[in-house]
């Protein structure tokens, strides 16, 4: 069973995700991105407003290229955090990152007033233990925020693991913990349709065996026409709330480290 396994986690990413990098780098470029890329519009949706009024420090876990360092108010101390391989995810150093190898965080208990978990989890084989390890370096009181996709392609293969439901979200959080959980999500079934479309347009202009481009791009003049209708029904639908939030691009999630422990479990407050 085991050589199995492992030629099976061999398998080569078609395409790797364009990493995230900070909208003040080019403010054109991030909001033309965000136009067409409805995962990380939904994140910024959720993030912006939250990051402009922490107070205190913040570790970015899994930070990537530091992408919402920005959005910070001034005077917010930032440290991200990021396994010492993440150059293998097309991320760059940053001298604002700690790098380390994985397991136990490089900070002292109750470090940090909040902490941000954005689109990492999946990525991570042991989630508990990450989920200890933000408890942990959180103060009381602290809040986390966090977002997971659900709807969204295999990326950075071999390391997408999971995929998690609300239910598996608080689940996880309680059993940290947390309290104050609340789980929103991201995004809805137009903009699901959409992304699935543009994949599929891409697979007909750009198909492996180009013997095929006669028929596959007859075939993506029929198919890109509907992307261009689904993007604006997504955006509009998003804006409104509307549309099912059964299938969406990702969830949400806000939580707080009591100020005491506590003997009970918390109870998830999901929003639907």
Sequence with gaps: MQPKINSYLRDKEE?????????????LAFALRCLLDLQLKSIVDFLRPKLSVLKGNVLDVGA???PWKSYLPAGVQYIGLDVDKAGEFNMRPDADIV??????FPFDDETFTNA???EVLEH?????TLLAEIYRCLQPGG???MTVPWSARRHHIPHDYFRFTPEALAMLLCKQG??????SERGNDYSVIFNKILCVGKGLVLPKNKAWLPLTLPMALLVLPSAGLFLIAAHVSMRFGLGSHIDPLGYAVTATKPLTPTPQ???AKEHY
């Design 143 to 145: 809040q986390m925020l």
């Design 64 to 66: 990537g290229n530091a």
């Design 265 to 267: 479990t918390p109870t």
């Design 116 to 118: 941000l978990c954005i």
């Design 124 to 128: 991570v084989p042991d989630t508990e």
């Design 99 to 104: 790098y380390y190898p994985g397991g136990r």
């Design 15 to 27: 395409m790797k995700p364009v990493p995230v990098s900070s909208p003040s780098d080019n403010r």
């Design 178 to 183: 947390l309290e104050d959980i609340q789980i």
